[in-house]
């Protein structure tokens, strides 16, 4: 039995701005007790001597998870919140989310105040784009082409927070927010689980999930495989899009060896295989003459178009944990790879849109990260590391192309062929130290200084950054924080040269112009302040303000039919807002509710200029311009309650619309989208494990809504939300 002191802290862990570590805890413990009780004592002793080897084995297995429950306290320690905000997503909010462990990471945080949905399952932090860490049990992912918000499996959270404010200088390279997954292992799978997830857009989504811990070793796996016809968000306002299936394989696994009592050495493995049809948008204009078709062929239509792409992503992440008295320690090398192969439709892209390019965008990342804490005296601790990894970027295209004369006209029927083979490489480094010092019993005060350096092939640029957090327990009841961080962004190594460019010249692909200043490394100034205050010891609210000001404002667009990022930045920017939530549990019953406001401001484009058109470069290297993803109000709220055998939620997300048209200049719709679902767990069956069943209706109105219309600033295409959909889920444990 949990005590009621871990009871109310498991409570409050939701959008919480303090670590929770009870309820892994006590998961933990219940495993532990529900394992011992059925392991069956051997026939060939005396009842005596079965009780006194069943009460050995209870013993060794507790003994086996107080020892993990240490290590994974002390890893916590390592990596503390220390004045950001923190907003936790448990096991609870998890399963009164739209699709519970089926649905992304993206649609967790989308109940998490400050960020807002863009197409393609993509979130925005405080007004940033794709400026986010991830890390999985305090390990550093390294960044992938797309982003792994996508690439990871939801199965294998057991929680998850989203730090964000002005972070501690453990934090770097991506700092709008940090995605911590804390992952489930063998101890805390109570059961393995088979379930099938299936429904609207002919989803099927089988999925397997196994784990289990002896004596000093604990395993944990998951693999699934999802079919759909939405793959990628609909460019139309139809019910259904054209062209849009899926399939998409995933696995994760994570195994750990106990040395003794204070090391542990654990491996993370992923792999993510996912191909997508690019759907497409119905009776398009034929803009170019293209020889390679007879006349009057009437299959030249685009809705007829028929573009894949196809992703993949692995990564390996090797650990060793050590911890004594006052000093913890993780060093943990990782590497990553991940490919893109982008294939046209030949014949139709070059009516459509006077170009035809095969990609293959590939990386591979190697690194290894150092942590360190150690307790000096009992008012300072100590936190240090190194952090270190190097990528190689190639980019090969084939291309098919009409030729043009200097004034744009195509001169040519047939096309011809460009073949190029670009690429890059990067190198991040940075070392961190800081100070936890408690000033007084209710006053902390974190401080410190972090070292980044990154060098490219079209970049180098270093800065130092002090970070500083005051921490102040006002009363009981209230806490407040106020925060300052020197941030250091470099860009992705994704950098078109100018050769590449030349090669397009008087061809229907030829850029507008030829400027290409290389990308660069964003630096700026961030302050933070908040309060947390639990009115009751069920309800608590947290109000934050955040300021930034940045030089090089890093931005990324889509600048063709491939669903790839691409970077640039605005010589100077500045975001900021405010978070107001509010959360209360009590027994069965939940309640949250958040609203944001966002405000964004960027000047003159002044990296990879020759994606844009000349008059929108003049215009906002004159002018202020809201960045395109800016939604200046975001909420989301949500209610559900709770028994042993049923659950049943009812929640909604509104956005004021993201910006559009010319320079940012106009706004989407706004749009609120509202879900319900109920779960009913069987526990008498004939097989004697638990059998869920559960059933989910997102965009309960079938509201129909626009996220993008094809216009802003590095925009490509119309992007429509889901309709109604409703979708059902079978878990059986065994």
């Keep these: ?67 993990s429950a240490k290590l994974d306290h002390a890893r916590a320690r390592i990596f503390p919140n220390l004045g950001a905000v923190s907003y936790k997503i448990d096991q609870r909010q998890i399963n009164v989310t739209p699709g519970g462990q089926n649905a992304s990471i993206s649609q967790y945080l989308l109940r998490v105040p400050g960020v807002v949905q863009d197409g393609n399952g993509q979130i925005h932090v405080r007004g940033d784009h794709n400026n986010l860490t991830y890390r999985v049990n305090g390990i550093l992912l390294p960044e992938s082409l797309n982003g792994y918000a996508q690439d990871l499996d939801s199965r294998i959270i057991q929680s998850v927070s989203l730090l964000t404010g002005t972070l501690p200088a453990q934090f770097g390279f991506r700092t709008a927010g940090v995605i911590d997954v804390t992952t489930k292992t063998g101890a805390s799978l109570k059961e393995n689980q088979l379930g099938i997830y299936g429904g609207s857009y002919n989803t099927i989504n089988p999925s397997l999930q196994m784990g289990g811990s002896k004596g000093k070793w604990d395993w944990f796996f998951v693999t699934s495989y999802n079919q759909d016809n939405i793959g990628i968000d609909n460019p139309t306002a139809s019910f259904r899009p054209t062209h849009d299936r899926t399939r998409q394989g995933k696995g994760f696994t994570y195994l750990s060896y106990r040395v003794d009592d204070q090391n542990r050495i654990s491996l993370l493995g992923s792999a993510s295989y996912q191909h997508f049809q690019l759907p497409n948008t119905t009776a398009l204009p034929i803009k170019f003459d293209n020889g390679l078709i007879p006349p009057g062929d009437q299959t030249i239509q685009s809705r007829l178009l028929r573009d894949t792409q196809l992703e993949q992503d692995y990564y390996g992440v090797l650990s060793w944990q050590h911890t004594a008295d006052r000093y913890n320690m993780q060093l943990s090398p990782y590497i990553s790879y991940g490919r893109i192969n982008y294939n046209p439709d030949r014949l139709r892209d070059l009516s459509f849109q006077g170009i035809a390019q095969q990609e293959m965008n590939d990386y591979i990342t190697g690194g290894a990260q150092f942590d360190n804490s150690y307790r000096l005296t009992s008012d300072h601790t100590l936190r240090f590391g190194l952090i270190g990894q190097y990528t190689s970027e190639r980019l090969r295209t084939q291309s098919l192309a009409f030729a043009t004369s200097d004034e744009g006209e195509q001169l040519s029927r047939l096309p011809m062929s460009i073949y190029d083979a670009s690429g890059n490489w990067a190198v991040q480094a940075a070392a961190y130290l800081q100070d936890e010092y408690r000033v007084t019993r209710n006053l902390t005060f974190n401080y410190g200084l972090r ?31 106020i925060g ?31 400027i290409e200043s290389p990308l660069k490394v964003e630096h700026s100034h961030y302050i933070d302040a908040g309060i947390l205050y639990k009115v009751t010891p069920h309800y608590q609210i947290t109000l934050d303000a955040f300021n930034k000001w940045a030089k090089n404002l890093g931005d990324i667009g889509q600048f063709g039919r491939a669903v790839i990022n691409t970077p640039f930045s605005y010589r100077t920017g500045q975001v900021y807002g405010a978070e107001l939530s509010n959360s209360w549990r009590k027994g069965g019953w939940s309640l949250f509710g958040n609203v944001s406001y966002v405000h964004t401001r960027a000047r003159d484009i002044n990296s990879a200029e020759y994606q844009f058109e000349a008059a929108e470069l003049a215009y906002i290297k004159q002018h202020a311009i809201a960045l395109d993803h800016q939604a200046s109000i975001a909420a989301s709220a949500g209610a559900s309650y709770e028994t042993r055998h049923d659950m049943a939620y ?85």
Excluded at 1 to 9: A, H, V
Excluded at 455 to 479: C, E, G, M, Y
Excluded at 680 to 701: E, Q, V
Aim: net charge positive; glycine share 6%.
């Design 1 to 67: 039995m949990l005590s009621r002191r871990t009871k109310l802290c498991c409570a409050a862990c939701f959008l919480s701005t303090a670590p929770c570590l009870a309820q892994a805890q006590g998961d933990a413990l219940r495993k532990d007790a529900s394992g011992a009780s059925q392991r069956p004592a051997s026939t060939q002793k005396a009842p005596s001597q079965a009780r006194t080897s069943s009460r050995a084995y209870q013993s060794s297995e507790e003994e086996s998870i107080t020892v």
């Design 451 to 481: 070292w980044d350096q990154f060098a490219s092939n079209f970049v180098n640029d270093h800065q130092i950054s002090p970070r500083a957090n005051f921490v102040w327990k006002v009363t009981p009841k209230l806490s407040a924080h």
């Design 484 to 514: 300052y961080a020197r941030y250091f962004t470099p860009p992705s190594p994704q950098y078109i040269g100018l050769a590449t460019l030349q090669k397009f010249v008087n061809t229907t692909s030829a850029p507008e112009s030829l």
């Design 650 to 734: 009812l929640d909604f997300v509104y956005s004021s619309g993201l910006r559009s048209g010319f320079a940012n200049q106009g706004t989407q719709p706004q749009y609120a989208v509202f879900n319900i679902g109920y779960q009913h767990s069987f526990l008498n069956t004939p097989t004697h494990h638990p059998i869920k069943m559960r059933l989910d209706i997102a965009n309960l109105f079938d509201r129909r809504y626009q996220i993008r219309d094809g216009e802003g600033v590095g925009v490509f295409q119309a992007q429509y939300g889901r309709r109604r959909a409703a979708y059902m889920t079978l878990i059986t444990s065994f």
